[in-house]
């Protein structure tokens, strides 16, 4: 059974602190994983992976993959409090881009 | 504009009821998806398209239909034998091809049952 999991389920973090989110996968054919970002409704595309140990950078967001671990982790430097948002993990599991998503993993910005 | 939209943002449901949520499209995107979310909870696949006049069930069909008689459209109706069908509905689409994968999705409507 295809699986993907994230951690911590949600963390709390003052301004300015650096947070590391996980992203753990098995699926039987992997292809790529894609985190995406939602604030209260629709979620945005954030990054594809496709390839292990290249990183993908966005500002202050970076992502990078693990496929003999099989696992994921997202980077927020400098956090803001419009960094809050649950950031969501999915690993596409057959070739017409059904998407299993994790759980979420919310992340909660204090100023 | 380019972009996805669902209607309505809210929708009541009365015991028994069918109702049915609308997604539009004008991205020209081949693919299309239906997914519910629940509090704490990913979000997990109810129905897909590819091209019009097919689609597929996800992991949670049951209480659900759709119908994709054009490209741009994939409504979705949650009928009376949906149990417990208060969630958070997203449709997303895609283009077919190597990019299909990425995903985008429309802003949401938010069932609750009265």
């Known amino acids: 059974e295809d699986k993907v999991v994230q951690s911590p389920l949600s963390l709390v973090v003052h301004e300015g602190d650096t947070v590391t989110l996980n992203c753990s996968y098995e699926?039987?054919?992997?292809?790529?994983l894609l985190w995406y970002k939602q604030e209260k409704k629709a979620p945005t595309f954030l990054f594809m992976l496709t390839s292990s140990g290249i990183e993908k950078k966005s500002g202050r967001l970076s992502s990078i993959l693990d496929k003999k671990e099989l696992f994921s982790i997202l980077n927020i430097t400098a956090t803001q409090t419009g960094d809050s948002a649950v950031y969501l993990c999915a690993v596409p599991t057959d070739s017409w881009g059904k998407l299993q998503f994790g759980a979420g993993t919310q992340v909660v910005v204090t100023p | 504009d380019g972009g996805i939209t669902q209607s309505p943002k809210y929708l009541f449901r009365k015991e028994g009821q069918n109702v049915t949520l609308s997604c539009e499209q004008n991205?020209?995107?081949?693919?299309m998806y239906w997914y519910r979310q629940d509090p704490g909870q990913g979000l997990r696949l109810i129905y897909y398209s590819q091209i019009v006049n097919d689609f597929q069930k996800g992991d949670i069909a049951e209480g659900y239909s759709v119908s994709r008689e054009k490209k741009e459209s994939f409504p979705l109706t949650v009928t009376s034998a949906q149990k417990n069908p208060t969630a958070f509905y997203l449709c997303?689409?895609?283009?077919?091809?190597?990019?299909?994968?990425?995903?985008?999705f429309g802003p949401g409507t938010r069932l609750l049952v009265l």
């Open positions: 699926v039987t054919n992997f292809r790529s």
């Open positions: 991205l020209n995107h081949d693919a």
């Open positions: 997303a689409s895609s283009i077919s091809g190597t990019k299909k994968e990425t995903q985008y």
